[in-house]
């Protein structure tokens, strides 16, 4: 691992740091300087030439400066000769930005991916992308983890009995299938409108909920609007408990204060896939340092990353061989 090189942005350093120890590799310093006319500077302080360089940035508020700083950081590496540069970005901030659905409105998503491509970068490494077409909006590489395995570990030790995994709505409800047979539980979706960014309405729980503990399995929970309108409709069922567990738990705005003293929720599991708010000391926190390090070690290996995750998600699997006719 001598010729990899790791640095961090300012937006998730903890995460960059539990990744190193994971690979045995020190977190190079860098150094972001904002001048007075509201720009930033980056300067990279340690050898990149014809090096593997990797630098993790998750896209989290203040999202634009962090996006910023995460291209500044590409094109120092650029420009001091790295062999290949690969950006860590466990959260994709942009991915909600992935159609056209009114007039005249930018893709985000797309956007930035040809910026990353522009600033010079190799290869992407992110998680959970909110939706799966976000994939194709990159042309370099792109490596897709999913944290399912780990938020499931955390439910392997509870008493499942009369449990059952429900999917916020059904663009998410693949994935829960996946979570569900994971645990062996059934599984049930919400039916969901999104009238505005922060608010939402729950009409339907698709499947049967009630008297059954309920797992909320969600991929980005940022205001917590669309879960607390979900956990009125299943207490409206007759569920007797509720866990809610996301990928990329932002917790913005008033999130902290809806979720943290629910009645109706007895726990919150998330990622540290962004940094968890200070304020909130019970929230459960599942590490993705080690399977983003394996990542790391697997791409510099050249060896195969989808195989971190046979047998946890079908589409990462490896294709099966075709019967004989």
Request: glycine letters at 6%; proline letters at 6%; aromatic letters at 4%.
């Amino acid at each position: 691992m001598r010729d990899i090189v790791v640095f961090s942005g300012s937006a998730h350093r903890d995460l960059a740091e539990a990744v190193c120890n994971e690979l045995g590799v020190p977190l190079s310093p860098s150094e972001t300087v904002r001048f007075s006319n509201d720009c930033l500077q980056v300067q990279l302080l340690a050898n990149c030439r014809q090096r593997d360089v990797y630098i993790v940035q998750p896209l989290v508020p203040p999202t634009q400066d962090h996006l910023m700083e995460l291209l500044l950081m590409v094109d120092a590496a650029r420009g001091a000769s790295a062999a290949a540069i690969t950006v860590v970005i466990p959260h994709y901030a942009y991915a909600r930005s992935d159609k056209k659905d009114a007039s005249r409105i930018s893709i985000g998503g797309k956007l930035v991916a040809d910026m990353l491509e522009t600033a010079g970068v190799n290869r992407v490494v992110t998680m959970t992308l909110h939706a799966p077409q976000v994939h194709g909006f990159f042309s370099m590489p792109l490596d897709h983890l999913t944290a399912i395995g780990e938020l499931a570990e955390h439910y392997r030790g509870q008493d499942l009995t009369d449990a059952v995994v429900v999917s916020p709505d059904f663009g998410n409800a693949k994935t829960a299938s996946q979570f569900a047979r994971l645990l062996g539980l059934p599984v049930a979706a919400g039916s969901k409108q999104r009238k505005a960014d922060d608010k939402v309405v729950i009409d339907a729980i698709v499947g049967d909920v009630a008297g059954k503990r309920a797992i909320v399995l969600d991929d980005e929970i940022a205001t917590g609007g669309s879960i607390v309108e979900l956990v009125t409709m299943l207490e409206a069922e007759g569920v007797t408990d509720i866990s809610v567990a996301c990928t990329h738990g932002l917790f913005t705005g008033k999130a902290v204060e809806r979720l943290r003293n629910h009645p109706a929720i007895s726990e919150v599991v998330t990622t540290d896939t962004v940094p968890a708010p200070a304020d909130w000391p019970e929230l459960r926190v599942r590490s993705v340092a080690p399977l983003f390090a394996q990542a790391v070690a697997r791409i510099h290996a050249g060896e195969s990353v989808s195989s971190l995750f046979d047998g946890v998600d079908p589409s990462h699997a490896p294709p099966q061989p075709k019967l004989p006719l």
